[in-house]
């Protein structure tokens, strides 16, 4: 798969040619070429029930006109694909097709994988989901676990520009306990010995049985852990500073250049970390990954854009969940500088309240502002220490409200989240990361004992 | 050569070299599809235009199953890949390629006809008149998502198996924003059918307005006990969420533990369930599953009593009775698994929504969901998050901005005292979950 961005090259000169020749005056597009690459398994408790290895490969040819945009998909990532979706294209554009082949060789060096290996791997994550459940007892487990690699790049009427290789190890499914289910997710982007011992921690911290205390309802005080932290900027500022909708789109929009949340708060939208699961070398439209800041100081800042909300000006944003799909503006890893105040101190300032481990889904609608948190780990905060674990439950609230409500201080370190795997936004989902310090919000509202 | 006539297929299925004195066998499946995607917001006009072709091999070996998938050009490495992972599948009894009756006659397939794009803006034009319509000035359309498409299946077997299949699918997704003196609040409602003259317009319209206003307009109401009527928007959520206690014989244990092996009743004499590809309404328009087994009208509750069992090949031959036609395939990269069709309550002895909702002495009325349902089959628990209206002697009293519906989801379903005729259906996992209108006298959480 490490070669799969140099496949796309073989052809480039050609490529590059074929799509300067469909953009006519007043027209930008690009082609966008995807191959994916994904073995899973389902698990139950008991290990390892059947594979399932999939590749997928597609070309999409993109053009927008003004306010029009056409995208054109065919399976296949080669030549062929390319001049059959510039052929629909041009048609539908009412343009006459440019399709002068220069004679490329049609047979293209393929970058197989290194499949030996699969079986050695299914051995390891065998052995990671043993460790996570040495005993099952009691518990029903129905996961897919997948190792997935996501090679793109995109061809501009000038050059072929590699998007980069995403590799992950993704796992959803469900755990049931005769008392509850419990949703699982999740998702790392780190290599694949390290990504099996968080998944197998993930997975053990998950099966432990739910606590039977309650969150009582109402306004709370709530401290965040780095990893529900990020939760909390990606639903709270990221969404609502994401180009769609016009100016007056979501709450931040409207107070653009307002201060909202303390001083010393900088928020970034931030595709070039490396090492988290968001990041890309450059966007679905070719335009190189940069760092947007969202709140600079506690004021809004920028958003984060693509080709059809910004033109020229995009920062590199545009993402798309796959080839068949147009790019959105879209976040990538959220990034919050870190500030001075351990944990300790954070629980000390909270007082009597809350802190969340886990945050397992959230949703919030940039109109009105309003969020929810489905927390699915936390424990009681008494007297400024950590007190009795806590049953699911959700915290809802307002983005202005809680921006307000931000303690002045915030943790010291930046750590990254390890729950904040993938966003999905109109049913489309992308690879996402996050990394904050711990923070503290005041006057959350609690909805007690989430089912 | 045409595409649809170049034997993709049956190489591959040559190429999977079963060895049947071994217990090997295999399963080919191709699909084609084209679909067009029309989207509309405030930055203009997005078409998406996608035509495909896949393949994927099912290889079986005493019980064993490995899945691979591709497009047409790296379709020859399939048994290669499926069988480099076949020995360390774990065996599951009935896991065997189906067959060996032939239920049609194969055809070659030949790429479904590209969905008519200038219908699809008309429709969208029409949806956002009856938006306009409706919401009277206080809701705007934000975004809106028309996807129209069709495809063609076809699965062929080493036992003997060869069916080939067509189907449609349009989805409408509307993202629509309401402002009032109160505020402002975005929603997103959905609607789906087989076809997209299908698509029931100024239902969904209704459907935004109330979603969007009903938030800003009305008050938030304290659960008390009173009457409660489910509006099929707000029922048929919770309908498939119930729908995995029948998957096979993996939800045995968890519908067992519901109704204390049989010896409860699932719901009330009021409540049937049922899945049925060919039901009026219904998004799901299809003749096979995607084992090429026909779909057939399966009652898993009747008149309250957990009485059947959705199931693929391999489950059926675990149940020891005829497969349902139930392994669907959400695209040709996902093998089979057990999903529902068309789920939902069978509205036939139904009385209309006006009649149930003069029988509320005292009681909410839910008309739209605010968020997810929350129902835990396993925990026994369900939450509803939900606006509407309360009623008292039949007659709406006030606007309900936001109320919590909560409670034991087995006392729900047994509570049910009468349906409505109304039935209406929602996207639901492989398929749609449907519901008319339900009433549950003297809830206590209401």
Redesign the interface.
Known sequence: MSDVVEVFRQDAEDAVRIVSGLLRRGESGEAFRERRR??SWTATE?????????????TAVRLRR???????????D?PEALREAVR?ASR?AGGSPFLKSRGVAQARAEAEAS?PD??ER??QL?AALHRALPDPRGL?L?LTVARVAVSRAVVTAREIVACGTVRCLEATGVL??????RPFAFQTSAPWAPALDALARALSEAARPVPAHRAAGGRVDVVFSPGAASVFWHEAVGHPLEA???ER?SVLTRVARAAVAPAGVFVTADPTRGDLPGSYLADDEGTPARSVALLTDGCVDGLVTDR??AGQASNGHARCGDF???PRPRLSNVVVSPGRASRDELLEACGNGLYVREISAA?A????G?F?LFVESADLVRRGALGAPLGPFALTSDVLWALRQLHTEVGDVSHPANGLGLCVK??EGVAVGGASPAILIRGLTA?RG?? | MSPGRDGLLERLLAGSRCDAAAGESAEAYERRGTSI?L?E??????????????FALRLFRSGR??????????VD?LP???R???????T?RGARAAGPVVLDRASALTPPPPPDEASARALLASFRSALLAEGEGAVSL??A?LTVGARKERVATTAGRDVAFGSGIATL?ATV?GRTAA?????RVLASASRPEELFLARLAHQAVDRALLPLRGRPLAPARGDLLLDPNVAAPVVGRLAPAFFGD?GD??LA?RTRDGRDAFGSPALSLVDDASAPGGPVKATHDGEGTPHSRTVLVSRGIAAGRLSDSAAAIRLEKPPTGNAMRRAY???PAIGVTNFFVDPSRGVAPLELLRALARGFYAAVLL?RP?V????D???LHAAGYWVEKGRVAEAVSET?V?GRLSELLRAVEAVGDDLKFVPSGSGGAGSPTLFVPKWKGA
């Open positions: 994904r073995v008991a290990g390892l029930l059947a594979p399932a290895f999939a590749d997928e490969r597609g003004g306010r029009e945009s056409l995208l054109v998909a065919r399976e296949g080669g629909e539908r499949a699969e079986e299914a051995a065998g029903s129905s049931r306990r005769a008392s509850a289910a769609e909708g016009g789109g059809r909300t068949r799909r147009p949703h609608d940039p109109e009105s309003r929810t109109g049913g909805v989430r089912s | 995607e989207v917001d405030a930055d203009g006009t997005r078409l998406s235009v996608v035509a495909e072709r896949g199953t490995a899945f691979a998938a591709s497009p047409p050009e790296a490495r290669f890949e499926a480099l992972v076949l020995g360390r599948a774990r599951r934000t975004e998502i997704v924003t505020g402002s609040v975005s929603a993996e244990a968890l533990s990269t996902d093998p968020s929350e835990d089959f396993a925990a628990r369900f939450r919590l909560e």
